[in-house]
């Protein structure tokens, strides 16, 4: 009887060679991720979640959809087009601009990247949001993003997060808006210690043994589905696999892993999910026991069933729009070192966001404080 290899492992070689030129290329990259990233915050990005947002919340997340969307359409382009990495889809075949939660397994630090090709495809990458743990809302930068973007930082104790969670999802409610809200409710990346403490936890409470994904946790979806299901039209369960290793963030940057990225997206309806809290954990638990079966075939055979075509990214439209976005990066950086009036309001804007973030402080539209006003001063007379 033959013995079955597994096609997709960990512990495979990596698919190019850190050679000296690979590595100056992904320090250019980094450089450029970096620069980009700053600049997009500090002058389109205050302007847009700062400035707009105090005439109308709407507009302002419009604004800042146009202009993230722009700057992060250069991550797709650094994987597929610089490292290389061939995306697979497979699954349905989901339309564009809809209203979403999204639900996906978290094999590592950088699953939440590889959903922007996803979502570029889908023309809603300015919109896409995602539930993730606060301390990452500290990093210099890339924090501030998440901030402007509206990302929900959690402490993963539910005590803690459940105020935190249901405030920002009470923001998201307005159908006009474009949403897309990414939840991965393993709570953390997977690794063989994490799994041991899931199936040891699922063995004493009667749930399934999982061997490839970590037993989901459920607060949040629930919430998450509870607060806005008036307002989403589906829920994508996607399942991420890596051929032939797993990627950590700097073999993403230095473009070493992975050779291939496969994407199975499965798209549920919000009228077909249960209501009520329990019934709801059950149905997310018994979509992670058909993402486990899904990765296990994964791992032998090397892709998922039911592939799809999805449209090439790179257009004239997407390569013009980074070359865009970079050409102002260096128009801007021009003029902070050339200008003193430039690095004042630089530095104003850094003032800002350092708190902002760490407060997690956003501001309200002037109307919507007035009419406030107005209203408690009616009631108390």
């Not at 000296?20 to 700053?38: H, K």
């Not at 996803?118 to 606060?134: D, M, T």
């Not at 063989?192 to 037993?215: D, F, Q, W």
Request: proline share 5%; with cysteine; aromatic share 14%.
């Amino acid at each position: 009887m033959a013995v079955q290899t597994p096609v997709c492992s960990n512990s495979g070689a990596k698919y190019r060679a850190l050679a000296p030129l690979t590595v100056l290329r992904g320090m250019v990259c980094l450089l450029v991720l970096l620069s980009t990233a700053f600049i997009m915050l500090v002058f389109f990005g205050f302007l847009s979640s700062v400035i707009v947002r105090l005439f109308s919340i709407s507009y302002s997340r419009k604004a800042t959809s146009f202009f993230f969307g722009a700057w992060l359409t250069l991550w797709p382009f650094l994987f597929e087009k610089i490292n290389k990495t061939i995306v697979v889809f497979s699954g349905d075949i989901v339309p564009s601009r809809e209203r979403i939660l999204l639900i996906a397994n978290h094999r590592t630090e950088v699953d939440w990247m590889y959903l922007w090709d996803l979502a570029l495809r889908k023309e809603c990458l300015g919109y896409i949001k995602y539930i993730l743990k606060s301390s990452l809302m500290r990093l210099p930068i890339f924090g501030w993003a998440f901030h402007i973007l509206e990302f929900v930082p959690v402490e993963r104790k539910w005590e803690a997060d459940e105020s935190t969670m249901r405030h920002m999802l009470s923001t998201f409610k307005d159908p006009q808006d474009p949403l897309w809200l990414a939840l991965f409710p393993e709570g953390t990346d997977f690794n063989e210690k994490k799994c041991l403490r899931s199936k040891k936890y699922a063995a004493e409470h009667g749930l399934p043994i999982l061997k490839n994904v970590l037993l989901p946790r459920t607060k949040g979806f629930c919430t998450c589905l509870q607060e806005l299901r008036g307002s989403l039209t589906a829920v994508y369960d996607v399942t991420i696999g890596y051929k032939y290793r797993c990627p950590s963030f700097l073999d993403n940057v230095f473009g070493v892993d992975p050779s291939e990225v496969h994407i199975h997206i499965r798209r549920i309806p919000v009228d077909s999910i249960p209501v009520s809290e329990s019934e709801i954990s059950k149905w997310l638990i018994d979509r992670f026991e058909c993402k486990d079966q899904l990765l296990a075939n994964f791992q032998f055979q090397g892709q998922f069933p039911d592939q799809i075509t999805e449209r090439d990214l790179f257009a004239v439209k997407n390569i013009l729009n980074c070359m865009t976005v970079v050409m102002l990066t260096g128009t801007c950086m021009y003029c902070i070192f050339s200008s003193s009036w430039f690095k004042l309001y630089v530095s104003i804007v850094c003032a800002y966001l350092v708190p902002a973030t760490y407060f997690n402080i956003r501001p309200q539209p002037i109307l919507g404080l007035l009419k406030m006003k107005s209203n408690y001063d009616i009631s108390n007379t």
